[in-house]
């Protein structure tokens, strides 16, 4: 059984930064393509970032390249998202999720997922 958890959300003040972790746990992704979505109140959840096992290939989504940067250590399980110069539109749960086809960016293609972490950036 595989297990997906995420840590490192909170409250941050507009142009804060945070990194959220996410380690996995029962089997290793560590070959699989690991995503990062959000979900605010009312909108569904949306593509966010993701990257391949080696690292070699990452997507972002327009909203936040060049502010939030995915990251993996496949040796402790675990993947990163760093998110700089944070705006209050960036408020949403995160979640976490991995993909064993090569997922893209619409969450159906992704099969493992964890229960999310809250950020709130103030403005």
């Known amino acids: 059984q595989v297990q997906v958890v995420e840590s490192g959300g909170g409250l941050v003040q507009a142009g804060g930064s945070l990194r959220l972790s996410c380690a996995t746990s029962?089997?290793?992704?560590?070959?699989?393509?690991m995503g990062w979505f959000r979900q605010a109140p009312g909108k569904e959840r949306e593509f966010v970032a993701r990257i391949s096992w080696s690292s070699s290939n990452t997507i972002y989504a327009d909203s936040v390249k060049g502010r939030f940067t995915i990251s993996r250590d496949n040796a402790k399980n675990t993947v990163y998202l760093q998110m700089n110069s944070l705006k209050p539109e960036d408020t949403a749960v995160y979640y976490c999720a991995g993909g064993q086809i090569y997922p893209g960016t619409t969450t159906r293609e992704y099969n493992y997922w964890g229960q999310g972490t809250q950020v709130t950036v103030s403005s």
């Open positions: 029962g089997r290793t992704l560590s070959g699989y393509v």
